[in-house]
């Protein structure tokens, strides 16, 4: 595909009148090679990174010494460094900068490089902080871009400047192998359902599941006894059938059964035949999941061919903590497939989740056809380099220059969208939309500009503003976290409602053509930046005729009052994230959200992600408040935060690391008993501690349920996708199915580790297992394998995995392990190049391991 790119894009610089000047100009310019290297974090003593950006010429000729600028994607601010200037550095918006020949710039001859150095506003802690998607835009041929994909990365010898603060410290290697070991002396027992169910208890015999098993719905059980037909076709070789009972045939009975509370099921399997009961569909398509994962995970390997499968005879009782159990998953930053997201609809499904989150819009990009305004998927679908963004948005997270060619790109059509409501409809999946207001918003405010621009032309007006959402006049000035300046619609317009209204009603048609249930829709409200509204002519008019509306935070309450009566008129309610139900005050003499009393009396749900800096509390004080939170917290649930803290493992980290356990450990209800440091493991301090609201009674009652996240500004493949969030997805399901265990509220906090030890290593076994499983399931899930931990000890090497299960291999000579490798069996002599890898059972390796004493020079 690249090869074929390549030369469409010769093919345009040499025909094109100003690409072939450019193109005459300099010959194989997509051969320069990038180079990006850290220096130091914690620069000068503060909180900053010293790195350089340079080039290295392959060419043939010298590189041209002017008319040429290097564009990339960097979600950091950046400055020069005074000096020398090689290379100028300018911001263009958003993540989007560029480089031009400085002041002292020396053209490189063959062969040679030049390089400058700069500063970032924060630590770069692993590559996922790199500078991408490089490419080279001639000044005589401003609309083309011509991608630079050979970029190399280094980082400093000493390890140690890659320190982010004076102190800074992660976990050893024996550290780690230490805490994979734990639990281990206690009882491996654990049931053989995931997530664990409330009652679970193990009978005499097994139930033979053959092609001669039929399956026997009350009437009202129909849909999921056919979708579980399905799947048992693809164990067994043969679709079961599915009818009355037949006294001589062995059966699987789904049952109504009025008597059980809502949301549990009961589970029966005895040698001759298996009954779930419950007295709704839901709870039933939850009872065929759990038997679905009684089964050995090897009942998925080879699935189509005649099988004989055993089921352990189990009697189970099961209903979950809480009633809402959901993941966000972004596809605005970067796109995922309709197949992608029917695949994790099937994981959903799998471990009795009940919602998928779509964020459907942000500033880099809108995903949803709406056919009333066709300019949000034809232009704001799209990334790519262009002049005055008539044909697509500008690059982001390194999409390069090209639109329609990276996950940068892309939308689901109706017909799409229709056909993943239906498919997590028939899976008791609900799919909350979600479209970002009235920040996050550029996609949409710069698809309405060119609605406006080519509707004008022909001197309707009116039509043309009827759906603008920024005054063109304002000069107001703010930059986002993104860095965006131009991103936030403006509340105090009509033709915002109008907007808003289309793309609702849109919505709504078609969830109802999917006969999907709609309860909510998403409407953001996230980090809407100072600055914003401050020089509109469209608020100073507002204001006017609204003499109650003095400032920013007053059409903040008439913006999320005006879209929560919308919602009412259509029976829905309103959803958001936290700042939703927000206000800054003033406490002690210093500016803190408080819950916003103005919409107590409506039915806002709200995400609180916000578990930092002060605001541990936030989600007990709006639940306490009256509020409906869901946890949605960025250090434990944010699976766009990598796992641990190596330099080439992928993620962000400005919410921490969060690996399985930090997602297990998690308590609803009282997470600050175990929240004592920040984000980089500094303890908080007591006076802080001290200060912290607990979870009240009434608050507990307003906990609706638990949410994990993946925002996808790193995440550009399916296998990326599937790596963020597995293991994780499955340490979310067990904290919020299950019932609370015992060291969650026990007070002797000695009993309670050791309780908690013990429910870890069962747990993660637990995992183990299943992740055997989607090996297989639903054609296969590319999960993280985990990384080796290694402890020397006396001259001599053991090695361990955070998740047992797997093989793990290894090498003496330095070498990369292979599935062919020796396999590590127990503890054997240290050498200096010992390498390690964990496989899974198809034979697919994780990251390689060595020991850190080999890094200090010991051996």
Excluded at 393 to 412: E, H, R, T
Excluded at 475 to 484: I, M
Excluded at 724 to 752: F, G, H, I, N, V
């Amino acid at each position: 595909m690249y090869k074929i790119l390549h030369s469409y894009l010769l093919l345009m610089l040499v025909f094109g009148t100003a690409g072939h000047a450019a193109r005459q100009s300099y010959p194989g310019a997509d051969q320069l090679e990038i180079r990006w290297h850290v220096y130091e974090n914690h620069y000068l003593g503060k909180d900053q990174t010293l790195f350089s950006i340079g080039i290295k010429n392959n060419t043939k000729q010298p590189f041209p010494s002017a008319g040429w600028k290097i564009y990339f994607n960097l979600g950091k601010r950046v400055t020069s460094v005074s000096g020398s200037e090689q290379l100028e550095i300018k911001h263009v918006n958003g993540g989007l900068y560029y480089i031009s020949p400085g002041k002292d710039f020396k053209s490189p001859a063959p062969g040679e490089s030049l390089a400058q150095q700069f500063i970032s506003n924060s630590w770069v802690v692993n590559s996922s902080d790199a500078p991408q998607g490089f490419y080279l835009v001639w000044d005589n041929a401003a609309g083309i871009g011509i991608p630079l994909n050979d970029v190399k990365i280094s980082t400093p010898k000493d390890q140690r400047k890659m320190d982010r603060f004076a102190g800074d410290k992660e976990l050893a290697q024996e550290q780690r192998y230490l805490l994979n070991e734990r639990g281990k002396t206690g009882s491996s027992n654990q049931p053989k359902i995931f997530p664990a169910p409330l009652s679970y208890t193990e009978t005499a015999g097994y139930f033979k599941l053959d092609q001669a098993v039929i399956l026997v719905p009350d009437s009202e059980f129909d849909a999921e006894a056919q979708l579980f037909a399905d799947e048992l076709k693809r164990l067994t070789g043969k679709r079961p059938v599915v009818g009355p009972d037949h006294k001589s045939a062995k059966s699987i009975r789904l049952k109504k059964d009025a008597s059980i509370k809502k949301d549990g099921y009961r589970l029966s399997v005895s040698p001759s035949g298996i009954v779930i009961s419950a007295n709704t569909s839901r709870e039933i398509h939850y009872g065929i999941q759990s038997l679905k994962v009684l089964l050995d995970p090897s009942a998925y390997v080879a699935q189509g061919k005649k099988k004989v499968l055993m089921l352990k005879c189990v009697e189970v009782e099961d209903r979950p903590s809480f009633g809402f159990r959901a993941i966000m998953l972004d596809v605005a930053r970067n796109f995922q497939s309709k197949e992608e997201v029917m695949k994790l609809i099937d994981l959903l499904s799998l471990y009795k989740f009940t919602t998928l989150h779509l964020h459907l819009n942000d500033d880099e990009g809108w995903r949803l056809q709406i056919n009333a305004l066709p300019e949000l998927t034809s232009l704001g679908s799209n990334r790519g380099h262009g002049l005055n963004e008539q044909e697509s948005l500008m690059p982001s997270y390194g999409s390069g220059p090209i639109a329609g060619q990276s996950s940068g790109s892309g939308f689901y059509s109706r017909a799409d969208f229709i056909e993943i409501l239906k498919y997590a409809a028939r899976r008791h999946i609900n799919i909350i939309p979600e479209i970002e207001t009235p920040g996050h918003a550029r996609a949409a405010i710069v698809s309405m500009q060119a609605r406006y621009d080519r509707i004008i032309k022909s001197g309707d007006t009116a039509s043309a503003k009827a759906y603008l959402l920024r005054d063109m006049a304002d000069s107001s000035v703010y930059r986002s976290v993104q860095q965006w300046n131009d991103h936030v619609m403006d509340v105090s317009m009509p033709s915002v409602y109008n907007f808003l209204e289309t793309v609702t009603d849109e919505i709504i048609d078609m969830y109802k053509l999917a006969g999907a249930p709609l309860q909510t829709i998403h409407y953001g409200g996230d980090e809407v930046p100072a600055g914003v509204w401050t020089r509109s002519p469209s608020v100073n008019a507002f204001k006017v005729k609204h003499p109650e509306v003095k400032n920013a935070a007053d059409l903040w309450d008439y913006f999320f009052g005006r879209i929560a009566t919308m919602l009412d008129k259509r029976k829905l309610y309103l959803s958001g994230w936290e700042e939703t139900a927000l206000r800054k005050s003033t406490v002690q003499g210093e500016k803190k959200w408080q819950p916003n009393p103005l919409f107590l009396d409506r039915k806002f749900h709200v995400n609180v992600w916000n578990n930092m800096s002060g605001n541990e509390d936030l989600a007990y004080r709006l639940a306490n408040s009256g509020y409906k939170v869901i946890l949605s917290f960025v250090t434990n649930f944010y699976f766009d935060m990598g796992y641990v803290r190596e330099f080439d493992e992928p993620g962000f980290n400005w919410g921490g690391f969060i690996n399985l356990e930090q997602s297990y450990k998690f308590i609803p209800f009282d997470y600050l008993r175990n929240q004592h440091t920040d984000y980089v493991n500094r303890p908080l301090p007591k006076s802080m501690l001290k200060q912290f609201e607990p979870l009240t009674e009434v608050g507990k009652q307003n906990i609706y349920g638990i949410q994990g996240l993946l925002w996808t500004e790193t995440v550009k493949t399916a296998e990326r996708l599937e790596y963020m969030y597995l293991p994780r997805l499955l340490a979310l399901s067990e904290r919020a199915w299950a019932s609370a265990p015992e060291w969650a509220t026990l007070q002797d906090t000695l009993k309670a580790k050791k309780l908690y030890e013990q429910d870890w290593y069962k747990f993660s076994s637990s995992v183990g297992r299943e992740l055997s499983r989607l090996d297989h399931y639903a054609g296969g899930y590319r999960y993280r394998i985990p990384t080796p931990a290694v402890m020397f000890r006396n001259g001599m090497v053991s090695v361990n995995t955070d998740v047992p299960g797997f093989q793990i291999r290894y090498t003496t000579d330095g070498s990369v392990p292979t599935i062919k490798s020796k396999l590590y069996q127990q503890p054997i002599r240290h050498l200096k190049e010992l390498r390690f890898r964990a496989f899974n059972k198809l034979g697919r390796g994780g990251k390689i391991a060595q020991n850190d004493n080999e890094e200090n020079g010991k051996d």
